[in-house]
């Protein structure tokens, strides 16, 4: 036997059956990377065409552009596999081997022999690609296998030449199902059963006398993992340099490798988990993922529920700016045939996109995906994986019986417990308080008592029979300590409520029925009488101290004269026992910042721009119709809320007083602080994140929308629309509105003005 070669024990022809969305160095799939200071990613879009994206490093390569721009007459591609600074593919028409290197160069990089050749698989390694013979698209896709080297250039360009280092005879009596390839190795499943290595450094594998079946595979550098048949775990031969411990009891539908790590999707919730010279605090959370691909310094997916490419460093040291496409991406590869058990057929309506009806370039071709068992935490599947759909995954908050209780039901558990201990509490200290006030109160009665009947020389009867005995007359309910205040009522259905029913409506102020609370006070959801419900923010100590009966009786004034669409308008007051209560129209929805940052349903890009707009209407009537003028003073995400259309209201806001010196300097404020949550609506990240670098949002977005990369601030937590420029229009109005100087910034009208016209120019689907 060849010296090159090293013989794998056979097994089971279907021990090497692999998942086609495995991708990765040495490894074929809808996604890949080309690996070196130049290397760059490629994936195969989503619009049916199956077109290539590619996106590089411009850490290294300052004047590469955003999107890699390739000769316009280079096919689409059927499968992708990378190597050392180029990246290798299948047509998806001819079925004919295709590389290239980041310049688009294809020159030579296919010997002019195998240019003729149909092919089924490829696989790129460091400085040699091996493909197996067949069309690409038949079902019965064994073959024998061609290699070829591909050699740098000193200039930097690239050659090609049959090699004589992954040929010999002894090969060519085999024919192949799949193969990978990595630095000076390649190994393939035989039809026969088993598998076979050769290369320079196929010894260095050490994975003779392999006896577990492998149905994943994919090769690094110098190692390999694959998934194994059985148990679905990983298991790693080679240098374990690259591949440190790899995780044991965590089952896999699909392995990618990088230079020093191997990431895979796992079976239960298609999330990511690497190992190896890796830092996995990186890994996006909450997101599942159908294909992945690293190299050196990036790993890049394509997410389960929208398509959308998402990037990510390896390591927080890299310093590497790789900024993918704002594009949808093919989640697997397009096969004939049926998929089989495990599987499901994936369905483009399924990421809402009107336009799409299939990801393939022929109607009889499907992408295979594999189904999700389970579901991130704090989720739970709400339907199961069919035949053309993955399963549903629900937020468990909306657990309501047993089919989700046992996931939900730690979580759940743990958050009972944390109320019910926080309930206790509270309720110690009440019960503690009051009992301690009661006790202190009648001690002070019984005191007062003694007095009043030793001072009496009358021969009345005492007004008590004892220290605990109620008054024989009630006081009268209308009669106050403090009455009411007297303002012209609010016009409309508004009213002055008494104590008593708003009490009764708020459950006696009881924390449950909190919805929030902030420097003025609290808001509680009330119950009318009538059925209507209603926010009632009654004032705290603090506010009641320093504001006199006049300033609420004043503001009271121009609070009954705001009514407005897009803001939350009041309904009335009351102001017995010295209490300042305001109650407003209830906004069901909650506050915008709880959709883009507190868990509850993230809101469409249709949405966001509507909110964008009505918000901005809101505030523009605040500062040009209302008289005086009401400038906010404090617009940001949480004082948004949301009415039961899903409209825009603005809430909490200030007011300016005539005698105010700088309207225009708190106008501008208003604008600036607008733009902050336009920015918000745009990327999804907080005002301020410790967990980011830099932590505010203005000093991360504002560079890169002045250096014309507004696209990677989008948030890609919600699957984008086809057409992105409305998006990248908001990041400008955004910007104008964030400018240093004052004077530079548009006003509130002309802002409502450009996001009305954005909302009827473009609607996003």
């Not at 009806?357 to 499907?366: A, E, G, Q, T, Y």
């Not at 920015?679 to 000093?699: A, F, H, M, N, Q």
Request: charged share 20%; aromatic share 8%; proline share 5%.
């Amino acid at each position: 036997m060849n010296t090159l070669f090293i013989k794998i024990t056979f097994f089971h022809l279907l021990c090497f059956i692999f998942l086609k969305s495995a991708s990765g160095f040495g490894s074929m799939g809808p996604i890949s990377a080309a690996f070196g200071k130049n290397g760059f990613f490629c994936a195969i879009d989503a619009s049916g065409k199956q077109d290539v994206i590619c996106w590089g490093n411009k850490t290294n390569n300052p004047s590469l552009p955003d999107v890699l721009n390739y000769p316009t007459d280079v096919p689409s591609m059927a499968a992708l596999s990378g190597g050392d600074g180029f990246l290798c593919g299948i047509l998806s028409n001819t079925s004919q081997a295709f590389c290239f290197d980041s310049m688009g160069s294809r020159s030579d990089l296919v010997p002019n022999v195998y240019k003729p050749n149909a092919y089924s698989h490829i696989a790129a390694g460091r400085n040699h690609v091996c493909a197996i013979r067949g069309p690409y698209y038949s079902e019965s896709d064994w073959g024998s296998v061609d290699c070829w080297d591909i050699i740098r250039k000193s200039n930097g360009t690239f050659v090609s030449r049959e090699s004589s280092l992954f040929y010999n005879q002894y090969t060519s009596s085999y024919v192949f199902k799949k193969i990978v390839s990595g630095d000076g190795f390649s190994c393939g499943g035989v039809k026969d059963g088993g598998i076979l290595c050769w290369g320079p450094n196929s010894s260095g594998l050490g994975i003779s006398g392999l006896s577990e079946n492998v149905h994943a595979l994919t090769a690094g550098i110098d190692s390999v993992c694959g998934v194994l048949e059985e148990s679905s775990e990983v298991k790693c031969w080679g240098s374990n340099v690259s591949f440190g411990i790899p995780p044991v009891g965590v089952p896999f539908v699909s392995l990618a490798a990088g230079v020093e790590h191997f990431c895979g999707i796992r079976q239960d919730n298609h999330g990511i988990m690497c190992w190896g010279n890796y830092n996995s605090s990186l890994i996006p959370k909450g997101s599942g993922f159908l294909a992945i691909a690293s190299s050196d310094f990036i790993t890049c997916g394509i997410r389960e529920g929208d398509l959308v490419l998402d990037c990510w460093y390896t390591n927080i040291s890299s310093k590497v700016d790789y900024d993918p496409p704002l594009q949808l991406c093919s989640p697997g590869l397009c096969t004939p045939g049926s998929c089989g058990e495990g599987k499901f057929s994936f369905n483009a309506s399924l990421i809402n996109e009107a336009d799409l009806i299939n990801l393939c370039v022929r109607k009889d071709l499907k992408i295979c995906s594999p189904c999700g068992v389970n579901c991130s935490e704090g989720f739970f599947p709400s339907s199961s994986c069919t035949e053309n759909a993955d399963r549903v995954c629900t937020t468990c908050s909306l657990c309501q019986n047993t089919s989700c209780s046992d996931v939900c039901k730690l979580q759940i558990s743990a958050e009972l417990k944390q109320q019910h201990q926080h309930q206790m509490r509270q309720l110690i200290i009440i019960v503690g308080s009051s009992a301690f006030g009661f006790l202190f109160c009648l001690a002070g009665l019984c005191l007062l008592i003694r007095m009043i009947s030793s001072k009496s020389k009358e021969g009345g009867k005492n007004q008590f029979a004892s220290c605990i005995r109620k008054p024989e007359k009630e006081t009268d309910a209308n009669t106050d300590l403090h009455p009411p205040v007297s303002v012209t009522p609010c016009p409309g259905e508004a009213q002055v409520f008494r104590l008593s029913e708003l009490k009764d409506a708020t459950n006696g102020f009881k924390e449950f029925n909190e919805l929030g609370r902030g420097s003025y006070g609290f808001v509680y959801k009330a119950v009318l009488p009538d059925g209507r419900q209603v926010a009632v923010k009654r004032a705290n100590a603090a506010t009641i101290i320093h504001t006199n009966s006049r300033e609420f009786e004043m503001e009271l004034e121009i609070l009954c004269s705001v009514r407005h669409s897009n803001i939350v308008n009041l309904l009335g007051y009351c102001a017995e026992m010295g209490e300042r209560i305001l109650v407003y129209e209830l906004m069901p929805h909650g506050t915008l910042n709880d959709h883009l940052h507190g868990g509850l349903s993230p809101v469409s890009w249709n949405l966001r721009l509507k909110i964008a707009m009505q918000a901005a209407k809101g505030i523009e009537y605040l500062h040009k119709e209302v008289s005086p003028p009401i400038v906010h003073r404090d617009v940001k995400s949480s004082n948004i809320l949301l009415d039961a259309d899903w409209g825009a209201r603005i809430a909490d806001f200030g007011l300016l007083t005539p005698n105010e010196k700088d309207l225009n300097g708190d106008v501008h404020m208003d604008v600036y602080n607008f733009g902050i949550v336009l920015l918000e609506i745009l990327s999804g990240r907080k005002v301020y994140d410790r967990d980011c670098t830099p932590p505010s949002i203005v000093d991360w977005a504002l560079p890169l929308i002045r250096q014309g990369k507004a696209a990677v601030i989008i948030d890609r937590y919600v699957a984008l629309p086809r057409n992105v420029e409305p998006l990248l229009k908001l990041a400008e109005i955004a910007e104008q509105a964030l400018r240093e100087n004052p004077a530079e910034r548009p006003d509130m009208s002309q802002l409502a003005l450009l996001l009305e016209q954005l909302v009827k120019d473009v609607m996003i689907s």
